[in-house]
């Protein structure tokens, strides 16, 4: 998988908003529905990661992906 990594979460999802209304998904044609591809997760160092695998990348989003992040560590799962 490959990941962009965003300072906040709402640049994560601006960056998922823009592949959804790219891919035409129902909630940007008829304001219900699909919305994302994907949704960011927030890291252990807090900052947000978005699985681009299936985006469609410029170049120099492909240049910033990573292949791997850690996430924060769920409360409930101690």
């Known amino acids: 998988m490959l990941y962009l990594i965003y300072?906040?979460?709402?640049a994560a999802i601006e960056r998922?908003?823009?592949?959804?209304?790219?891919i035409g998904y129902s909630y940007w044609?008829?304001?219900t529905g699909t919305r994302w591809l994907t949704y960011p997760d927030e890291t252990i160092d807090h900052t947000w990661a978005?699985?681009?695998?299936?985006y469609d990348l410029d170049d120099s989003e492909?240049?910033?992906?990573?292949?791997?992040?850690?996430?924060l560590p769920d409360p409930d799962e101690d």
């Open 16 to 22: 998922a908003d823009e592949e959804g209304k790219e």
């Open 50 to 54: 978005l699985d681009v695998t299936d």
């Open 29 to 31: 044609v008829n304001g």
């Open 7 to 10: 300072a906040s979460k709402e």
């Open 62 to 71: 492909k240049a910033s992906t990573v292949d791997h992040y850690t996430p």
